[in-house]
């Protein structure tokens, strides 16, 4: 625990995430790095830095006691943290992070995704844990209230029969020309909707990580690819190594759509685990809305929670068919006004470094969601 009861921190990225989000109007608020940190009495913001100078000088407004650098490596020079915050573009969480892990903060709050890819995410997990400096992946939704009131009513729907995802956009599922720069929502939003599948699968499953395995990563001319028992690999196809979820692997990938230009629009990933027969994770990018839902079906209720909305439905005698039973909506389920999800995600930053509990989203989730987007991508990419 801190000795005077503070622990100091420092953002690293002052653009949308790190910090102008916490304006948005329409947002819950905090709904920023800089907003949350700011929201907590136990956290002082020490120092602030950014590439573009006028993220910077917009920061500094919001926070002019402390101290800016337009890059890290002079503001680690100046200042030793307790808590670093990396809300940086995907391309430099390489770079932010390792710089992080290097100035040995008590912890390190890294935005999602862990990295671009497993090879960078691995390359962190190392050196973190060299250095013996702890990871916070923000995955949001784990510190969410609603997805923790939908996770807590699961038991009550019964044995799962199937658990849909689906991630709506108008950005480019997968681009092969964007991978190093991350500019495709299976990286950049994908990445929470994997987690929080992982995140309801977790009580019905042994816990999940990573492991090496060989498969094969050929994508037949009519789009449809390996299952999970390899029924639809080639004679002639050379096996790879590649590294996987344990609770994730080997999905069928079904209704790709691409554009003309060969980018992939829509893509539908399906897995068989033992504590759910049939899960589903549908990527689109050619909506005119921005969409995030999950629908949990049982043999005795439902569950369906998205942005901006949670309901929870259990099995009770129809009023509209004799002797059968219809789903309908629980009013004595509390569903939270608020979700806090990103007061919850420092708080548990605070509680943490206190020794109070544990983190709620480590290195290692984090590295589970994304082995479960790569898997998907080296199948799309053939």
Known sequence: MSLDGFYTAALIGCGR???????????????????????????????????????????????????????????????????????????????????????????????????????????????????????????????????????????????????????????????????????????????????????????????????????SLTVPSGEQVSSPNDSLIKKDEKQKKIIVNTLLKRPVLTGVVRDENGVVRQVCAHYITHGCPDVELLFVGRSKYFGFEIEINGTDGRICIGNGYCKLYKAEESNLYSDLFSLRCDKSAKIPAKTRYFSNMVQNAIDFLDEKENLKSTLQTGINALAILEEIRKLLKG
């Open 17 to 215: 995430i790190g910090f102008s989000l916490g304006h948005d109007e329409k947002r819950e608020q905090p709904a920023s790095h800089t907003m949350a940190l700011l929201d907590n009495p136990r956290i002082k913001i020490v120092a602030g830095c950014d590439k573009k100078p006028e993220n910077l000088a917009a920061w500094h407004e919001e926070v002019p006691y402390a101290q800016i650098y337009e890059n890290s490596a002079s503001l680690y020079q100046h200042h030793h943290p307790d808590i670093v915050v990396v809300a940086v573009n995907e391309a430099y969480h390489l770079e932010e992070a390792v710089a992080a892990i290097e100035a040995e903060p008590k912890l390190l709050i890294l935005e999602k995704p862990v990295a671009l890819n497993l090879e960078e995410a691995f390359k962190i997990k190392e050196i973190a844990e060299s250095k013996k400096v702890p990871v916070l992946i923000n995955h949001e939704r784990r510190f969410s209230e609603d997805y923790i009131t939908a996770k807590n009513y699961m038991p009550g729907i019964g044995p799962i029969i199937n658990i849909r995802a689906t991630l709506s956009s108008s950005m480019a599922v997968y681009d092969q020309n964007e991978e190093s720069s991350g500019a495709y929502s299976l990286i950049h939003d994908g990445t929470h909707l994997s987690d929080i599948v992982l995140y309801f699968l977790e009580d019905l499953n042994s816990p999940s990580t990573t492991i090496e395995t060989l498969t």
